[in-house]
């Protein structure tokens, strides 16, 4: 199997996850952290700079109160035994580092919505200028359903974008990508690199890459495709075992790496694809499909032949074509016009908005500059 070389970094998000933090359930334990704080540290004495980002609240809570795993747990349950062990899970870090650690807890909210996204920013910047570890968590202590991440690998790709990270280390319980279960697949073979990643990459995990997220080598993956979009080279490492963060620390790659896009989405259009939900969808003919992917044309009224969904303007929405049934998704990006407008004027030339609406706010449904085209 050839070699691969860690590639060189200067910020990192390093990723761990509840089974590491708490691998017992019997709440935090150091058992596999001490391996990572040493990762940690040694890096930042080298003059790099380092974001944890943490699972283990909820772990945390139910040990504190005698309880065993966490079973199925409703809302309130978790945010109350996540508000129980986020105190405990931050003490338990900072008793591994002698250096300031400061508590960061992100809604999806604060991702979706720009301005709150630049806040989120910014916070890890200034804390990073002031030498101190930024330790981020989900607040499940408030979120909803519908405002949750949902898992940490996901939310990990997303803190490595805003803090304009280089590299994304998910430490996990597995030794890197194979080519199949190893649990069912003794002769499965762990992927040294992924230049790219692909539906046969997706294929290796799961067929439902574009649902929900499960957990597992699922959100591992999705996590890699959000950072590795932006230009964030994506590391998964066995953080079960010491020696391989070890050796991540001298520069060389015991798990599997994601390789950076060759040509990374700018900064606006990655939020727009990975953190703004589509709250539509909008099918479009041929031609149109034809000149947004090849043309770096707007989106005009008289491509669009049927809408979807109830949004509003400035809401993103999905663009795709329909061919025997089956739906391709072409964009995504920013409509100018309510779902009822569009209705209306679907189909038309853009120059006949103004007479079928009071008000014509622009002559294209979404401009060049608010989408995003499929590769």
């Not at 066995?238 to 391989?244: A, E, L, V, W, Y």
Request: proline letters at 5%; a negative charge.
């Amino acid at each position: 199997m050839a070699t691969v070389a860690l590639p060189d970094w200067t910020r990192a998000v390093v990723k761990v996850g509840s089974a590491l933090v708490a691998p017992d359930d019997r709440g935090c334990s150091t058992t596999h952290l001490l391996p990572i704080a040493r990762f940690v540290i040694q890096s930042r004495r080298q003059g790099k700079e380092v974001i944890l980002v943490s699972s283990g609240a909820v772990a945390a809570g139910l040990a504190e109160q005698g309880r065993g795993g966490p079973g199925t747990l409703s809302i309130p349950e978790r945010q109350a035994l996540a508000a129980l062990g986020q105190p405990l899970l931050m003490a338990h870090w900072r008793r591994l580092f002698d250096v300031p650690c400061a508590q960061v807890l992100l809604t999806y909210d604060d991702l979706q919505r720009r301005a709150r996204f630049v806040n989120a920013k910014n916070t890890i910047a200034e804390l990073l200028d002031r030498d101190t570890l930024p330790i981020v968590n989900e607040n499940d202590t408030v979120a909803t359903e519908e405002l949750r991440v949902g898992d940490n690998d996901n939310l990990a790709a997303y803190v490595a974008v805003l803090a304009e990270a280089d590299l994304l280390v998910i430490c996990s319980d597995v030794d890197g990508l194979y080519t199949a279960d190893p649990h069912d697949t003794p002769d499965a073979e762990r992927l040294p690199a992924v230049d790219a990643i692909t539906d046969e990459i997706y294929d290796m995990v799961g067929p439902s890459h574009r649902k929900v997220a499960t957990g597992g080598m699922q959100t591992k993956v999705e996590a890699a495709e959000k950072a590795t979009d932006r230009g964030i080279d994506t590391v998964l490492v066995n953080g079960t075992k010491g020696g391989h963060l070890d050796a991540l620390g001298r520069g060389e790659m015991p798990g599997t790496l994601f390789r950076q896009a060759e040509q990374p989405l700018p900064a606006r259009k990655h939020w727009m694809l990975h953190a703004l939900p589509s709250a539509g969808r909008l099918t479009v003919d041929a031609g149109a499909a034809d000149a947004l992917r090849h043309e770096g044309a707007s989106l005009l009224p008289s491509g669009i032949v049927a809408v979807e969904g109830r949004f509003a303007r400035g809401d993103a929405v999905e663009i795709a074509v329909e061919k025997g049934g089956n739906w391709t998704r072409v964009a995504k990006g920013i409509t100018q016009y309510g779902a009822a407008d569009l209705e209306r004027i679907q189909g038309r030339q853009s120059h006949a908005i103004a007479e079928v609406l009071d008000e014509a706010p622009a002559d294209y449904v979404v401009h060049r500059d608010d989408l995003v085209v499929e590769a």
